[in-house]
Each structure stands twice: as structure tokens, then as C-alpha cells.
């Protein structure tokens, strides 16, 4: 489900999403404001279309990635924890971006179900 579907499904009255789809519009504005000098400075070298092609690889990996809020905590936390805990016998990956390497998902002493 897109954005603009998302607010016309959750935003109460025209006058208020309209005002939550200006806020969005302004935010990806700003983002835009910021990565403009950077996308000049490291793609002096490519043709607009490049640039575009670029950009929207980036997108499309965005997209495609487990951003869920329990993903972004379960990567946090094995940025600053032992991974697998100790107690942990059973792992539950049902709506995560697995690895290319199944192997990376072998922990001793633990079950991994990726149904």
C-alpha cells in the first residue's frame, strides 16, 4: 500500500490529509535539499538517466528491505549484544531479509525457522 493510499485509509477529513500529504511532500523535499550536493559531487561522472538509475536502485533497496521497527531493534541490538543470547533456542526470521549465505544463519545450539 502506497502513502497516499495509507492516509486516505487512516487520515480523518480532505482538510487534514491534505495537510498530513503537505507535511510528507515537505519532508521528502527536505531530504531532497540535503542529498543533492552529495549526489552531484559523487555522480559528477554519470548522465542524468545514471543519476536517476542510481537513485532509484537505492529506492528499490529501501523497498525491498525489513524495515519494520522490530528488525531495526533486533539489528541494534546485535550491533551491542553477543548474538545469539545465551538463552535463545529458537529463532523466528518470518518477514526478514535473509542472507545470501544460508550458513550465516547456523547458530549453535539453535533452532532457525525462516517459514
Given at each position: 500500500?502506497?502513502?497516499?493510499?495509507?492516509i486516505?485509509?487512516?487520515v480523518?477529513?480532505l482538510?487534514?490529509?491534505?495537510g498530513?500529504?503537505r507535511?510528507?511532500g515537505?519532508?521528502?523535499?527536505a531530504?531532497?535539499?540535503?542529498?543533492?550536493?552529495f549526489?552531484?559531487?559523487?555522480?559528477?561522472?554519470?548522465?542524468?538517466?545514471?543519476?536517476e538509475?542510481?537513485?532509484?536502485?537505492?529506492?528499490d533497496t529501501f523497498?525491498?528491505?525489513?524495515?519494520?521497527?522490530?528488525?531495526?531493534?533486533v539489528?541494534a541490538w546485535?550491533?551491542?549484544a553477543?548474538f545469539?543470547?545465551p538463552a535463545?533456542?529458537?529463532l523466528?526470521l518470518q518477514?526478514?531479509?535473509?542472507p545470501d549465505?544460508?550458513?550465516?544463519?547456523?547458530f549453535?545450539g539453535?533452532?532457525?525457522?525462516?517459514?
Open positions: 500500500m502506497d502513502m497516499a493510499e495509507l486516505r485509509l487512516r480523518p477529513g482538510r487534514l490529509r491534505r498530513v500529504e507535511q510528507f515537505e519532508m521528502a523535499d531530504v531532497f535539499d540535503r542529498l543533492a550536493p549526489l552531484d559531487r559523487e555522480f559528477a561522472g554519470l548522465t542524468e538517466s545514471g543519476r538509475a542510481v537513485v532509484n536502485g537505492v529506492c523497498a525491498a528491505a525489513d524495515l519494520s521497527d522490530e528488525a531495526i531493534l539489528t546485535m550491533a551491542l553477543p545469539p543470547p535463545l533456542t529458537r523466528t518477514k526478514c531479509v535473509l549465505d544460508p550458513s550465516a544463519l547456523n549453535p539453535v533452532e532457525v525457522d525462516i517459514s
